[in-house]
């Protein structure tokens, strides 16, 4: 019997237009009303995550900055797991040496050098995923996340690392270099306090070895009395593994990478056409019969 539900964000629970659809949301009304307990699991901090769903009416509780940071249903903080600081010196001096941008995530900000690296990650995600992007309407997103200081462009790294390197939960390389993002992975790989991954083509996603969706999703069922033979997951990319990998039901998304769809004990449709509504609502029906 299905109790909790962790669903991922971007290629996953938002269409190639960054919004949830209605069949999702009506999902997801649906699982909580019968019981269900509904957490998005994501990359993104809180403030980038919770908007979309605030939007539409839904207040899931999240896992943030993948799993580094834990919040209920009221946005409270319940954990959070932050990178040594030796670690991060590490990650830096390597993507550095590999021509890799970066940001870091702090708190609730984001900090970038380059505005224009989130575009780039928007766009990256969007092939990824076999879709089309709206470049300028990505654009315009990303300059209101910067005019409200969700994100914040810094001349230079080396003031906010000496003064919080401490706080840091995530670091986040791009680059449309695959070759040198593959040599950097491999390297960081080789760290044993890193988790190092992706949410899709041309990126890495870097935390301490404790922040992990999946290590977050297991320890939320544990504190509401479920286990993860009770959890199904639902997710498009490497950084859902952890998480696709404990659960008692996983789902990849049809415009998931064939290895992650293997990974999974079933597949759905594509985030354009509602993927999180159908395994919701098939699960409800099961459950139901």
């Keep these: ?28 009304l649906a699982a909580q009303e019968n019981g ?11 403030p980038e995550a919770c908007e979309p769903l605030h939007e539409v ?6 896992i943030c900055i993948n799993g580094a940071e834990v919040r209920n249903r009221d946005g409270e903080l319940l954990s959070e797991v932050h990178m040594d600081k030796k670690d991060v010196d590490k990650v830096i001096e390597i993507l550095a040496a590999h021509e890799i941008d970066y940001q870091l995530f702090i708190d609730k900000v984001v900090y970038t050098t380059n505005a224009q690296a989130s575009v780039d990650t928007f ?15 990505i654009r315009l997103e990303i300059q209101d996340r910067l005019d409200r200081g969700i994100i914040n462009e810094v001349d230079s790294f080396d003031q ?9 939960y995530k670091v ?10 593959d040599d950097a992975r491999a390297i960081l790989k080789e760290f044993p306090g890193l988790a190092v991954t992706s949410s899709g083509a041309g990126n890495l996603e870097i935390t301490s070895i404790h922040a992990q969706k999946g290590i977050a999703v297991e320890q939320y069922a544990k504190n509401i009395g479920l286990s993860m033979d009770q959890v199904m997951v639902i997710g498009d990319n490497y950084n859902d593994l952890s998480m696709m990998e404990r659960a008692g039901r996983s789902v990849a998304m049809g415009n998931a990478p064939e290895a992650i ?13 509602d ?9 409800i029906q099961l459950q139901k019969s």
Excluded: W
């Excluded at 269900?36 to 809180?46: K, W």
């Design 123 to 137: 766009i990256q995600l969007a092939h990824a995923a076999n879709q089309v992007p709206e470049v300028d309407e």
């Design 160 to 168: 906010i690392i000496a003064a919080r390197g401490d706080s840091i």
């Design 275 to 283: 993927g999180v509504g159908v395994a919701i609502e098939e699960i």
């Design 57 to 62: 009416g839904l207040k899931p509780s999240f």
């Design 172 to 181: 986040f390389g791009t680059s449309y270099h695959m070759q040198q993002l």
């Design 36 to 46: 269900i307990e509904v957490v998005v699991a994501t990359g993104r901090s809180y």
């Design 1 to 28: 019997m299905i109790r909790l539900i962790a669903i991922d964000m971007d290629g996953t629970l938002l269409g190639p237009d960054h919004t949830i659809s209605t069949k999702n949301k009506e999902a997801i």
């Design 261 to 273: 769809k293997a990974s999974c004990t079933h597949v759905t449709t594509t985030n354009e056409h």
